[in-house]
């Protein structure tokens, strides 16, 4: 009863930090490791980077992620998620399209090419079956009109200002899902403990920050990542031996 009058005195909390609760829920379902996008199958060049001796243990895990936070595809898609959710929040449909189109092309090879769009399209199919969402048939005709796949960024980019998620905790979370499904990867390879997993993502959290802070301020002309050994070892798993993920 105590409980239940503070409440009624103070209220209940429907906001947190600018996100409703609603909003956060569904946020955290389409981010989960549960959600049908095949997050699972992917570890962005990683695979090639443990055959390589390059990310051999956690440490070398955490300094390779940060890598690719910083420099690769976070800053890049980072950048390109800010630029959509802008676009779709000013109703700027020649922005959005700009958006998907940059966010299509700007791959360094042809596997993380096809883990950004497989996920993107896999992502935008699951939303229209299990939450539909109002104003999306809109932002689904302009990238129709692109003739291209959405990217992943993009797509959660979408879905999240339609449903009210500001741009900072948005691209945050996103970040933090893209940086939690490459550990996971890195667990299984290396492979990790679970604890050295966890590890490991805790000291990529301040990065994972800093990433979004910095592609939310960095201007449009410095679009680009120089990630070039991640790069690299993403273009030898095309052809490497055996292999347990597609990227």
């Known amino acids: 009863m ?29 981010l989960s490791p549960s959600f049908p996008v095949g997050g699972f199958s ?49 109703g700027d449909e020649a922005g959005f399209a700009w958006a998907v189109e940059r966010a299509d092309i700007l ?24 939450w539909p969402l109002d104003g999306l048939a809109r932002w689904d005709a302009v990238i129709a009109a692109t003739g291209r796949p959405v990217a992943y960024a993009v797509a959660v980019a979408l879905a999240a200002t339609l449903i009210g998620v500001a741009e900072g ?23 990790l403990g679970q604890t050295d997993g966890q590890r490991a993502l805790a000291a990529l ?11 939310l301020a ?6 680009g990542g120089r990630a070039m050994a991640v790069d690299w070892t993403s273009m030898i798993h095309e052809t490497q031996y055996t292999r347990l993920f597609r990227s």
């Open 205 to 215: 959290d301040p990065i994972t920050h800093r990433a979004a802070e910095t592609a």
């Open 42 to 90: 992917y570890s962005h060049g990683i695979e090639a980077a443990v055959e390589q001796g390059l990310v051999r243990d956690r440490a070398t895990l955490i300094v390779w992620l940060d890598g690719i936070l910083r420099h690769g595809a976070g800053r890049t898609d980072g950048m390109l998620f800010a630029a959509a959710h802008r676009a779709v929040l000013a």
């Open 107 to 130: 791959r360094a090879s042809a596997e993380t090419a096809l883990e950004s769009r497989a996920q993107g399209q896999a992502f935008l199919l699951a939303i229209r079956a299990a």
């Open 169 to 191: 905790p948005a691209l945050t979370a996103y970040l933090h899902a893209f940086a939690a499904n490459l550990v996971s990867a890195g667990v299984r390879l290396v492979p």
């Open 2 to 30: 105590a409980g239940i009058r503070m409440a009624a005195v103070m209220g209940i909390r429907t906001e947190l930090d600018g996100v409703s609760t609603h909003a956060l829920t569904r946020l955290l379902a389409w």
């Open 218 to 223: 960095a201007p449009l002309d410095d679009l």
